[in-house]
């Protein structure tokens, strides 16, 4: 039988899932919802490297990434900070969606699937 680890659960959810050699995240959203979609964006993709370290891998493993914008006005501004995160790996494959996030003053939340080291 292959082994579950989760971390950082609570009543609701997991922030990070291992399961055969893949990681799974939780979406992550900006920490300081008062910034522009520059700064979230840079928040949440901090976020995803400290998730990624803690499941042992990093974003060069990346497999997916699903990408939740509430403004697509946004979305060259959010692309500007993902390009520069990329920059040193093969982006992983994407989707990006508009969407409504639970709270209203996050402009971006993003959910990434990679493998372990």
């Given at each position: 039988?292959?082994?579950?680890?989760?971390?950082?659960?609570?009543?609701?959810?997991?922030?990070?899932?291992?399961?055969?050699?893949?990681?799974?995240?939780?979406?992550?959203?900006?920490?300081?919802?008062?910034?522009?979609i520059?700064?979230?964006?840079?928040?949440?993709?901090?976020?995803?490297?400290?998730?990624?370290?803690?499941?042992?891998?990093?974003?060069?493993?990346?497999?997916?990434?699903q990408?939740?914008?509430?403004?697509?006005?946004?979305?060259?501004?959010?692309?500007?900070?993902?390009?520069?995160?990329?920059?040193?790996?093969?982006?992983?494959?994407?989707?990006?969606?508009?969407?409504?996030?639970?709270?209203?003053?996050?402009?971006?939340?993003?959910?990434?699937?990679?493998?372990?080291?």
């Amino acid at each position: 039988m292959t082994s579950i680890q989760k971390f950082d659960s609570n009543e609701v959810l997991s922030e990070v899932a291992v399961h055969n050699g893949v990681v799974y995240l939780a979406g992550q959203v900006p920490d300081d919802d008062s910034l522009d979609i520059q700064g979230q964006t840079r928040q949440v993709l901090a976020n995803i490297d400290k998730a990624l370290a803690q499941a042992g891998t990093d974003k060069h493993h990346l497999l997916s990434a699903q990408v939740f914008i509430k403004n697509l006005a946004d979305f060259d501004g959010f692309n500007s900070e993902w390009k520069a995160w990329v920059a040193s790996t093969t982006p992983p494959v994407r989707a990006t969606i508009q969407a409504d996030l639970v709270n209203p003053n996050w402009l971006v939340e993003v959910m990434v699937i990679a493998a372990v080291k």
